[in-house]
Nanobody
Framework: QVQLVESGGGLVQPGGSLRLSCAASGHIFSIGAMGWFRQAPGQEREFVAAINWSGASTYCADSVKGRFTISRDNAKNTVYLQMNSLKPEDTAVYYC????????????????WGQGTQVTVSS
């Protein structure tokens, strides 16, 4: 079993930056890829970005390309989401997820989830 703990959310002004972290523990040897999803009030949880466990391959949703970057620290078993040029529409609860296979964008294919961290973009 894999446990995931997110941190780094908060309130930021439009145009600002935040970095989210997701620390993995437990059966990390089973992880093939990790992803970030977000869910705004009244909306479906949507894919944001994903990275394979080696860190060699990444993929971002079109809505965040050029603004968000996903990366990982092998030594810390931690995945990061660097978010720049934030917009009010980025406001959501951000969730970290893990799966045994490769990068996918479908949330039902991820089998471990963190508790979520709130990101609010507002002036």
């Amino acid at each position: 079993q894999v446990q995931l703990v997110e941190s780094g959310g908060g309130l930021v002004q439009p145009g600002g930056s935040l970095r989210l972290s997701c620390a993995a523990s437990g059966h990390i040897f089973s992880i093939g890829a990790m992803g970030w999803f977000r869910q705004a009030p009244g909306q479906e949880r949507e894919f944001v970005a994903a990275i394979n466990w080696s860190g060699a391959s990444t993929y971002c949703a079109d809505s965040v390309k050029g603004r968000f970057t996903i990366s990982r620290d092998n030594a810390k078993n931690t995945v990061y989401l660097q978010m720049n040029s934030l917009k009010p529409e980025d406001t959501a609860v951000y969730y970290c997820a893990a799966r045994t296979g490769g990068i996918v964008t479908t949330k039902r294919l991820y089998n471990a989830w963190g508790q979520g961290t709130q990101v609010t973009v507002s002036s």
